[in-house]
């Protein structure tokens, strides 16, 4: 994998920046194992991945974070740690994201189907260094997006692929999570809350620009959380204690939220979001070459898990599963991952019976 000169104005540049080695029970470095910072062009652009894994002889996973913009590195390690001992994981910082994000990144080249061919260009460079013929690929939310218009364009790159807090209609989604919000607001007699999200008008085609979706998931977001159909079903997620995991991070060097997570946030929902929330896989995506696995949280109300289903049951697969986490909502590793892990076991073994 190329390791080109970080440009003078990327955040990543801080020297104090590094990931942590595997070490066996003695605290010797573990043989065949990795653990690397590593810079790589992509589509004329310079972006980082995060290589980590116990032995290069497990399969290797692209991990599609979630977002638009939200890296989701230490969250991941910090809930499923067993991930890097089952694969040899490549952490990526998508275009505009995370240690990704620099100040010279044109806006025009943030689009959703230049993220696809970054993520198909390094898919070939892993497969390269690696020397494995096809990746497994596991996409979250927005990174779900990415990876199910991946593998639909190149399908031979890919072992199977592994979706979870799955997009598949936006508007669908965010009208089920619409009225399942003011059903939980009348339930609770929250009556402040009810009268200030009751006066957005439900999400429909006649909301078309940024500033629109902007304002109405700035009010959806919080409560949504609050009553449990958020990121996580439970009232322990604390979006700014999530942020700050940034800075407790070494991969991110020195005040990582600061420097790395909300600068590339910030940039990525601004030119991206209007990608995402006008999306509608039933329209575009529903033949696929490859085993297609999907997970939904039931009580997700960001990626709504009815419609979540209702796209598993519409596409075609030589192989597919849908997985429901009874108690989770849109991120599953967050609120369940011993199942999460067990879940991800057992596709690896099914994969490996297919051989």
Same mark, same amino acid.
């Given at each position: 994998m190329d390791t080109p000169e970080l440009p003078p104005n990327q955040v990543a540049a801080d020297t104090s920046a590094h990931t942590p080695p595997f070490v066996n029970d003695s605290g010797a470095l573990l043989e065949g194992s990795i653990a690397e910072i590593e810079t790589?062009?992509?589509?004329?652009?310079?972006?980082?991945?995060?290589?980590?894994?116990?032995?290069?002889?497990?399969?290797?996973? =692209?991990?599609?974070? %979630?977002?638009?913009?939200?890296? !989701?590195?230490?969250?991941?390690?910090? #809930?499923?740690? +067993?991930?890097? $001992?089952?694969?040899?994981?490549?952490?990526?910082?998508?275009?505009?994201s995370g240690l990704s994000y620099h100040e010279d990144i044109d806006p025009e080249t943030m689009t959703l189907a230049q993220i696809v061919e970054d993520a198909a260009e390094l898919t070939r460079s892993l497969c390269e260094r690696f020397e494995k013929p096809k990746i497994y690929v596991m996409g979250h939310?927005?990174?779900?997006?990415?990876?199910?218009?991946?593998?639909?364009?190149?399908?031979?790159?890919?072992?199977?692929?592994?979706g979870f807090g799955h997009v598949a209609s936006t508007l669908r989604s965010e009208q089920v999570g619409y009225d399942w919000l003011i059903a939980? =607001?009348?339930?609770? %007699?929250?009556?402040?809350?009810? !009268?200030?999200?009751?006066?957005?008008? #439900?999400?429909? +085609?006649?909301? $078309?620009?940024?500033?629109e979706w902007n304002t109405y998931l700035r009010e959806h977001r919080p409560l949504c959380q609050k009553y449990g159909g958020g990121n996580s079903h439970y009232e322990e997620w604390d979006t700014e204690k999530i942020i700050?995991?940034?800075d407790e991070t070494p991969e991110y060097g020195v005040k990582g939220s600061e420097r790395v997570m909300l600068p590339g946030l910030m940039f990525s929902i601004e030119h991206l979001l209007s990608a995402f929330v006008f999306q509608d896989l039933f329209k575009s995506l529903t033949e696929f070459k490859l085993?297609?696995?999907?997970?939904?949280?039931?009580?997700?109300?960001?990626?709504?898990?009815q419609v979540?289903?209702?796209?598993?049951?519409?596409?075609?697969?030589?192989?597919?599963?849908f997985i429901s986490f009874e108690r989770s909502a849109h991120t599953p590793f967050y609120d369940e991952p011993e199942r999460?892990?067990?879940?991800?076991?057992?596709?690896?073994?099914?994969?490996?019976?297919?051989l």
């Open positions: 790589i062009e992509l589509g004329g652009v310079t972006q980082t991945v995060i290589l980590r894994g116990a032995s290069l002889a497990n399969p290797v996973l =692209l991990f599609l974070h %979630g977002g638009p913009g939200t890296s !989701e590195f230490s969250l991941v390690r910090q #809930r499923c740690p +067993e991930l890097e $001992e089952l694969f040899t994981v490549a952490h990526w910082e998508q275009r505009g939310s927005w990174g779900t997006l990415v990876g199910a218009n991946l593998v639909h364009k190149y399908p031979e790159l890919f072992e199977a692929y592994i939980q =607001l009348t339930e609770a %007699g929250d009556h402040e809350n009810l !009268e200030r999200f009751s006066a957005l008008p #439900r999400p429909d +085609e006649t909301i $078309e620009t940024f500033e700050t995991m940034y085993p297609m696995y999907i997970m939904n949280g039931v009580h997700d109300y960001q990626t709504a898990h979540a289903y209702e796209y598993y049951e519409a596409i075609s697969a030589p192989k597919k599963r999460f892990m067990q879940v991800v076991r057992e596709i690896i073994a099914e994969r490996r019976g297919a």
